[in-house]
């Protein structure tokens, strides 16, 4: 088996709803789907109608950010988390006529009227199986932005203010029928995104959305000559700090335990990385067609596959620092949960190492 569809995507998950310029949500309209072209090309070079070099490549971005939000039961955390993202990404990436301070060197690398290399970006928000108002909540949030009406929702981060005014279609949300896991879902997000970059966070907002800057400007730094990087945002510099000091010994022990078995059954360049879950993580373009179609874990231990598969196809990794604040309402059983995340890297390796997976 070398492709990641164990669950094929439904109709209606291949769909959005959004609110329209009036307000009113819209009736469902068709993802773009840059991974199902993928396939059609990887077809055609196995029959050998083009090159096998040919068939990692992705339809052009229509924007510079794509924002991914796997959100399970998250109408209590959801608003907060998508004040602070749509305020830092519309002051970078709005199409305000300036150069994105995100940017290593500042630059528009694209001419004419119309094209701007570094402006645009959308949310795709996915709803994982939510029974509550997760969804609700994302379109209530994305009208009372795009009217820029108040109340301001209060985030981690930031305290109350000015609502930032969105433009309409910047939210989209998506709907799983069935609950799949924060993998599944973020998977399922990025076969959609139609970002430069494409970057995947949090529903609680627990990382620092501002930093996404430093990611950008790490992977601009570390791409190669198709473009590839993935920036890693990365807590480890917060070891001995008072937001980790103050967990429970428990908790602290199986992230230790977790880490020594990453590193003994890991590739070298994925063990080295000292912070492999935080929810985090950002993606060029280019990268995808080399680590999406290739997926299979849709648990908590997804961030490592990603990273594996990024190291098995050469695709340079950096680890950039974010800030980090513990948030209430984590749905993760540190117990069963780190259990579970300690068989899922065994399969991982297994799988990909016995050639079970395969590209």
Known sequence: ??????????????????????????APQPLPCWHDNHLALRQMARQRQIPPSEANQITEAELFMTLVVPAYNEQHRLSGMLEEAVEYLEAEYGHHGTHSKSSSNGSLQASGQQADARRGWEVLIVSDGSTDQTVATALQFAKTHQ??????????????????????????????????????????????ARGTYVVFADADGASRFTDLGSLVRGCEKAKD??????????????VGTEAVVKRSLLRNTLMHAFHLLLRLLSPPATAAIRDTQCGFKLFTRPSLPYIIPYMHSEGWIFDVEMLMLAESAGIPMVECPVG???????????????????????VLRGGWGMGVWRR
């Open 324 to 346: 980090w604040k513990e948030v209430g309402g984590s749905k993760l059983n540190v117990v069963w949960d780190s259990l579970g995340m300690a068989v899922g890297l065994a």
């Open 147 to 192: 009217l820029a009406t108040p109340p301001t929702p209060k985030g981690p981060w930031n305290g109350v203010g000015k609502p930032t005014r969105i433009t309409p279609g910047a939210i989209r949300v998506i709907t799983l029928e069935e609950n799949r896991g924060k993998g599944g879902a973020v998977t399922h997000g990025m076969r959609h």
């Open 225 to 238: 000559n198709l473009g590839r990087a993935v920036a890693v945002g990365s807590r480890a510099h917060m």
């Open 1 to 26: 088996m070398d492709s990641s569809d164990t669950v094929p995507a439904r109709t209606s998950e291949k769909q959005y709803v959004t609110v329209d310029a009036s307000g009113r949500t819209t």
